[in-house]
T-cell receptor, first 114, second 114 residues
């Protein structure tokens, strides 16, 4: 079956611009996660959606970052007024039952802020 | 203290060697454990779940030691294709909870040389 998909694959933007990154989770998966990973670094948790519960936003680094999940499926991560330090790979993952089940990752969006 | 800690390595071993990685976790109530692998510039992929009684998948063996709060991964007869970063993953949520998220270690880097 189809895995997690993300778009765009690559995004180059100028400092100060807003960007939107999209994630399509595996069909039927109730949990969706966003992470970012800078070159040579570990995964940094950003936000977690589980069903209809309030999202866990504890990992968002600043108020320039926000995310939505519409209809319990597709999610969009928005970064406003991008900064050069936002350059990273943004990874989305989904799972069938929150933290109990393994997560499956999309290929990521490589964001470069000039 | 971090939820999950791993020795970052790197581990450099010859083909055919046996290599083991350990990972410690801080929450004694943790219930779900996984190992992921991440190839360079790729997304993490599930390698195997870790069960209380220990489990094996071909050349890979995972063990859980609840008393000492550590997880191990043993790779026998290493192949060149095993070269990757291995991520230890834990869900510190209480038993039965699906709300908790997974916590990723920073990973242990393995290079298998010919």
């Amino acid at each position: 079956g189809a895995g997690v998909s993300q778009s765009p694959s690559n995004k180059v933007t100028e400092k100060g611009k807003d960007v939107e990154l999209r994630c399509d989770p595996i069909s039927g998966h109730t949990a969706l996660y966003w992470y970012r990973q800078s070159l040579g670094q570990g995964l940094e948790f950003l936000i977690y959606f589980q069903g209809n519960s309030a999202p866990d936003k504890s990992g968002l680094p600043s108020d320039r970052f926000s995310a939505e999940r519409t209809g319990g499926s597709v999610s969009t991560l928005t970064i406003q007024r991008t900064q050069q330090e936002d350059s990273a790979v943004y990874l989305c993952a989904s799972s069938s039952a929150g933290g109990v089940r393994a997560q499956y990752f999309g290929p990521g969006t490589r964001l470069l802020v000039l | 203290r971090k939820e999950v800690e791993q020795d970052p390595g790197p581990f450099n071993v010859p083909e055919g060697a046996t290599v083991a990685f350990n990972c410690t976790y801080s929450n004694s109530a943790s219930q779900s454990f996984f190992w992921y692998r991440q190839d360079c510039r790729k997304e993490p992929k599930l390698l195997m779940s870790v069960y209380s009684s220990g489990n094996e998948d071909g050349r890979f063996t995972a063990q859980l030691n609840r008393a000492s709060q550590y997880i191990s991964l043993l790779i026998r007869d290493s192949k060149l294709s095993d070269s990757a970063t291995y991520l230890c993953v834990v869900n510190p949520a209480d038993r039965g909870s699906t709300l908790g998220r997974l916590y990723f270690g920073r990973g242990t880097q393995l290079t298998v040389w010919p």
